[in-house]
């Protein structure tokens, strides 16, 4: 069985603050991760995707991801209270996309 | 292009009665998927559709069937929907970006209750 596990929250951080949130998944076929933001009724948005080992940054945000700990991250810098949201992390394997139970990040002004 | 859309938005249904869920995509996307989303628990693949013409079952299959119609529509259907069947559910696509990965978007979602 893969799977995919998050802390479920919520995460809360002041705005400006750096909010990181994990990762872990099981399946060490996995191929690449992803970070969705799902803001609440509405579906989930794709925010970026890693597939190599270290960093990859975009504006503000960095995805880490460590193959041999089987452990990936999202930081947020200069977090804003419109970044409050449920945060989706997903691995790839086989045609098929394995997703964690979200983590809930609120930014306190 | 309108991404991924599905229809209906809401639906209300009583136990024993059946539907159809519709989704279409204009991105030219070869794979489609169904998932469900209850509190707590993530999303679920319920099945997916590597190109067209064919099917797969994902986690939670039972109660559901689907067609793949064309490359762009995949529907999902409840033969005789159940109250542990309340759930929204989403409709996604996918494509392989060039030397990466296959990488998914999402539809709006349909939110459903059986009573």
């Known amino acids: 069985q893969k799977e995919v596990e998050q802390n479920s929250g919520p995460l809360s951080v002041p705005e400006g603050a750096i909010a990181s949130l994990n990762c872990t998944y099981s399946?060490?076929?996995?191929?690449?991760f992803f970070w969705y933001r799902q803001y609440s009724g509405k579906s989930p948005e794709l925010i970026m995707f890693?597939?190599?080992?270290g960093d990859k940054e975009d504006g503000r945000f960095t995805a880490q991801l460590n193959k041999a700990s089987q452990y990936v991250s999202l930081l947020i810098r200069d977090s804003q209270p419109s970044d409050s949201a449920t945060y989706l992390c997903?691995?790839?394997?086989?045609?098929?996309?394995?997703f964690g139970p979200g983590t809930r990040l609120s930014v306190l002004p | 292009n309108a991404g991924v859309t599905q229809t209906p938005k809401f639906q209300v249904l009583k136990t024993g009665q059946s539907m159809t869920l519709q989704c279409a995509q204009d991105?030219?996307?070869?794979?489609m998927y169904w998932y469900r989303q209850d509190p707590g628990m993530g999303l679920r693949l319920i099945y997916y559709?590597?190109?067209?013409?064919?099917?797969d079952k994902g986690e939670v299959p039972n109660g559901y069937n689907v067609s793949r119609l064309n490359k762009r529509e995949f529907s999902l259907r409840l033969e005789s929907a159940a109250p542990s069947q309340t759930s929204v559910y989403f409709c996604?696509?996918?494509?392989?970006?060039?030397?990466?990965?296959?990488?998914?978007?999402f539809g709006p979602g349909t939110r459903l209750t059986v009573l």
């Open positions: 996604a696509s996918s494509i392989r970006l060039a030397g990466a990965t296959d990488t998914q978007y």
């Open positions: 399946d060490r076929g996995s191929q690449s």
């Open positions: 890693i597939y190599s080992n």
């Open positions: 997903a691995s790839y394997y086989g045609q098929n996309f394995v």
């Open positions: 991105m030219n996307h070869n794979s």
């Open positions: 559709s590597a190109s067209e013409g064919t099917t």
